[in-house]
């Protein structure tokens, strides 16, 4: 009889274990979120809170349109633009180049570094530049630098790339041998013939922004380049007579009709000096004064940190640390700045990066870099700096902003800091001026800028370093009526995010990604949040842990261009490689899918497990009970 209801119960107790089951998981999931949710409203209790009081009237310089920049040793001409002006190039590096001309109007790039001052002309060569294989000589030097042949066409390829992206270019000259001027003379007027004005004849607008003479001198000494006593007034009277000299040969050339440049004496850029010698010491030296009717700027080069001779300088607390990233440019920079800007001169980073020497593995390649690079560009900006020109190095380097991989161009963390302060600055109409408000007295891990746009308040940047807390930004309103207006109290916020400070890939600006993207264009829809101020005098703005918020009542829109078509001869000068998959070389996703649908697909990614489980446990419960049945 037993035997014959056994199918029956067998069904019954199967059914009440797997209820059982079901409801003990449901619960528990219940009650996580229950936690979580309880958690994160005690938290929401105890955030930090930093008041920000919203200045009334703008300071500062006007910030031109070619703010943000990069810094191109010449010697990678080749692994970034290719061998020959006909070669069809990478698209995605001068996308990334154009995401930011879309929201900024135009960049600088500085073209020399170390190799500038092993670079001779050379038409003999087939190609814009070509290593000749022998090392320069330099002694007590972190970096390895080759001797380089230049070619004119170079100089071709940079104006048609200023004709795809409006870039301004400065470009280095060798100051390797003082007595050997030739290298100089040829390549400074290639770079005035090329891309610099024309004053009569075929009109041509100057994309030249300056000529550098050397790069680092106050390192030439220490390299072997100069005598271990040459200094500042050393370097004051040879660079003098250098310029003096190549100004005449680039501009009085007799009456040969054929040169026909605007005549600009100030077309070069004074001092590029990065670590032994300050900028207060090119104006005690009387080197800014002796120079001034030459020069149209002022160029320091400056890292946060350095990993040379493979020693790391710095680690995550320091780079998240508002007064360690900007404490030695306020020293160093705030007041010999002013005394630059009040003789209409401007001051250049002429090459910047978290850490000299390829950058420190961990942090420079990691979404911790993007947050100290808004913080330092926005702190620059604020003491009186006009362009900052972020380091592009080797393919090995950890702190590049986009790297070459598989013959395509792939952001890296740091250019996402690129997309908030290029935003924030906007077009290039909008006259910046960025104001450094101090929020240190409350914690060392949150900064606060200000944005005005032609004298009116525009945005707010708000930076939250702190890896493990979230943070509140009470905004205090000086005059009644930032975020006041016909619709009621309302502020607008675009969020740079990622899961946390190590992240490389998994990072957003505006719910938008470069992630698994080769062609530049940033992939997902843009996304913007709504807070309500009903307070006319006091607006709170909550950031998520480790994340950046740029808030204002409102955003321009960016409908970017493509650069496959712009309209102009692209295919000459870029392009894909018609053997593979143009559109996807990497054969990596071409969009990425949002918070949501990670969550949903982590959710399938544990279906099988669970089910295999229940299986298994059910099987369990099967064997017990037909033992207990036939016993």
């Known amino acids: 009889m037993l035997h014959q209801y056994r199918h029956y119960y067998l069904t019954r107790l199967w059914s009440m274990f797997v209820i059982l089951f079901l409801s003990w998981i449901i619960q528990s999931i219940n009650g996580q979120e229950e936690t979580t949710q309880q958690t994160d409203n005690n938290n929401n209790e105890q955030l930090n809170s930093f008041v920000v009081q919203l200045p009334s009237t703008a300071s500062g310089i006007q910030i031109p349109s070619y703010s943000h920049g990069f810094s191109l040793e010449m010697s990678h001409w080749t692994n970034v633009f290719g061998t020959r002006t006909t070669d069809k190039q990478s698209t995605g590096f001068l996308q990334l180049l154009g995401n930011i001309q879309d929201r900024r109007g135009s960049l600088m790039i500085r073209l020399g570094g170390n190799s500038q001052d092993a670079a001779f002309s050379d038409e003999s060569i087939n190609s814009p530049i070509a290593k000749t294989g022998e090392q320069a000589t330099r002694t007590n030097s972190g970096a390895m630098t080759f001797n380089i042949k230049v070619h004119s066409q170079m100089f071709d390829a940079m104006r048609q790339i200023s004709r795809l992206v409006p870039v301004q270019w400065t470009f280095g000259l060798n100051f390797e041998d003082a007595n050997n001027m030739e290298s100089a003379l040829s390549l400074g007027k290639l770079a005035l013939e090329k891309l610099g004005g024309h004053e009569d004849g075929d009109p041509q607008e100057s994309v030249l922004y300056a000529i550098q003479i050397g790069n680092e001198p106050d390192l030439y000494a220490k390299h072997g380049l100069r005598s271990e006593a040459w200094g500042v007034e050393d370097y004051t009277k040879e660079w003098m ?64 940190s350095n990993a040379c001779f493979g020693v790391a300088k710095g680690d995550l607390s320091d780079y998240t640390s508002h007064a360690w990233i900007t404490e030695k440019a306020r020293k160093m920079y705030e007041e010999p700045a002013q005394v630059i800007i009040a003789n209409g001169k401007e001051l250049i980073m002429g090459e910047t990066n978290s850490a000299a020497c390829r950058g420190i593995k961990g942090i420079s390649d990691t979404y911790a870099s993007s947050l100290w690079w808004v913080d330092w ?255």
């Not at 007799?254 to 900028?279: A, E, S, Y």
């Not at 001869?569 to 990670?598: I, R, Y």
Request: with cysteine; glycine share 8%; proline share 4%.
């Open 241 to 304: 007579s250098w310029a003096t000299q190549l100004s005449q040969h680039y501009f009085n050339n007799g009456n040969d009709n054929k040169i026909r440049m605007t005549k600009r004496r100030n077309i070069f850029t004074g001092g590029v000096i990065c670590c032994t010698w300050h900028l207060q010491d090119l104006l005690d030296s009387g080197y800014f004064e002796s120079t001034k009717d030459l020069i149209n700027s002022i160029t320091v080069q400056k890292y946060s």
């Open 377 to 631: 560009q926005l702190f620059l900006y604020s003491i009186g700096f006009s362009s900052i020109e972020l380091q592009l190095g080797g393919s090995t380097a950890h702190y590049n902003p986009m790297s070459k991989v598989g013959g395509s161009w792939v952001a890296n963390p740091i250019y996402y800091g690129s997309l908030v302060t290029a935003e924030a600055l906007g077009s290039s109409d909008a006259t910046p001026q960025v104001m450094h408000i101090d929020v240190s007295s409350a914690s060392d891990m949150h900064a606060a800028y200000a944005i005005f746009h032609q004298q009116k308040l525009r945005y707010m940047v708000l930076i939250n370093f702190d890896p493990d807390n979230e943070a509140v930004f009470p905004l205090q309103n000086a005059e009644n009526g930032w975020w006041n207006n016909d619709d009621g109290g309302e502020l607008k916020i675009k969020r740079l995010t990622a899961t946390s400070l190590h992240e490389k890939h998994a990072i957003r600006w505006a719910g938008q990604t470069l992630r698994g993207v080769s062609d530049g264009v940033l992939r997902d829809d843009i996304q913007i949040e709504q807070v309500m101020c009903n307070d006319p005098n006091r607006c709170e703005i909550n950031l998520p842990k480790a994340s950046v918020a740029l808030v204002g009542r409102y955003f321009d829109e960016y409908h970017g261009t493509p650069i496959v078509n712009k309209p102009y001869d692209v295919d000459g000068l870029v392009g894909n490689n018609s053997d593979q998959d143009s559109s996807n070389p990497l054969h990596l996703s071409s969009s990425n899918s949002g918070s949501s649908t990670s969550i949903m697909t982590g959710y399938i990614i544990l279906l099988p497990p669970v089910i295999t489980y229940l299986i298994l446990f059910v099987s369990l419960l099967n064997n017990i009970v037909l033992h207990l049945i036939i016993m």
